[in-house]
């Protein structure tokens, strides 16, 4: 597993190339959870997404290659792209046709090619090993990568500092990068903090491979939550033994659930994907309580403005 020397070399090599985001009160949740709700305002990380944290600190780890790639839902792909440009590397985001158009451009915008592969997940990441494999690049997965959960962990070493006396800590959970580096630093440090892990109900792959003992391949579905779809990768190495080990409770949500975690987010002056809204989802269902402290990280903020707009049309 990644520990917590690890993260803490991670958050020394980032310094100065990462935001050290803010935690903010969030009232009306609080009321209803009854402790108090703090929000991680990673949305507003550089390139709108905690993504940015594993990337930098992959990237600045390897050597000489001819490029680097890797297989993305959008956020990894752009951190990469920033992280790549940065270091002044070529880079190549291999996606599938499900990632939403104004991630693609974002991506392109940074001066990384962006590769269109098939309809998952799965697919792109076949592009991405050929690259490697054929033309000398470095592949840098999304989750499943020592380096990559250590930066992520980053996050969780801020966190201590910035509210130490939490109860419980809301993760997005997808690959579980997030969840393993996270939960790693904090457990460390806090044995007792309870970590929740939330993801959608629609094609939700972590979930399922838990369920199943061991990682299993699931149909990619289009949902709110589109930064949490994809595979978790039959061959994991590390993030499913980490989330096994460090989890403490799953949550599994709705669309309807998912909306209206945007929805309320956004009336708090927050602009969200779905995936950073899954945390306000679960305690507006009534599926997330804590008995003090309780932490909701917005793990991303890049939602196509037209879905946010229609997303708020339909709602209460």
Do not use: Y
Not at 297 to 316: F, K, M, Q, V, Y
């Amino acid at each position: 597993m990644v520990g917590l020397d690890d993260i803490l070399a991670a958050r020394d090599r980032i310094a100065g190339q990462v935001l050290e985001t803010p935690v903010a009160p969030s009232a009306a949740l609080g009321a209803l959870v009854g402790a108090p709700v703090w929000l991680k305002l990673e949305h507003r990380q550089t390139t709108g997404a905690f993504k940015l944290r594993g990337a930098t600190n992959a990237v600045m780890r390897m050597g000489r290659v001819a490029g680097v790639t890797t297989a993305s839902t959008g956020n990894h792909g752009r951190a990469l792209a920033h992280a790549a440009r940065q270091a002044g590397a070529r880079a190549v985001i291999c996606m599938s046709s499900l990632v939403p158009g104004n991630k693609l451009e974002a991506i392109r915008d940074l001066g990384a090619e962006a590769r269109v592969i098939g309809d998952s997940q799965d697919e792109a990441f076949h592009e991405a090993r050929r690259l490697k494999r054929d033309e000398g690049f470095a592949l840098i997965p999304p989750f499943d990568h020592p380096d990559v959960i250590a930066g992520q962990g980053t996050l969780g070493l801020e966190l201590l500092e910035q509210v130490p006396d939490a109860a419980t800590v809301a993760i997005p959970l997808s690959g579980g990068g997030l969840l393993a580096g996270v939960a790693a630093a904090m457990k460390a440090r806090r044995p007792d903090i309870r970590i929740v892990g939330i993801s959608m109900k629609r094609g939700a792959a972590m979930a399922a491979s838990l369920r199943a003992g061991h990682p299993v391949e699931v149909q990619e579905l289009p949902t709110l939550a589109d930064s949490l779809g994809g595979g978790i990768g039959l061959r994991n190495r590390l993030t499913f033994d980490m989330v096994r080990a460090l989890m403490d409770d799953l949550i599994l949500l709705d669309e309807d659930a998912i909306a209206a975690g945007i929805r309320h987010l956004a009336s708090e002056g927050h602009v969200v994907e779905g995936a950073a809204a899954v945390g306000a989802g679960a305690v507006l269902s009534g599926q997330l309580t804590s008995r003090g402290p309780l932490v909701l990280i917005l793990s991303g903020g890049n939602i196509d403005p037209a879905a946010h707009a229609a997303i708020l049309r339909e709602g209460p």
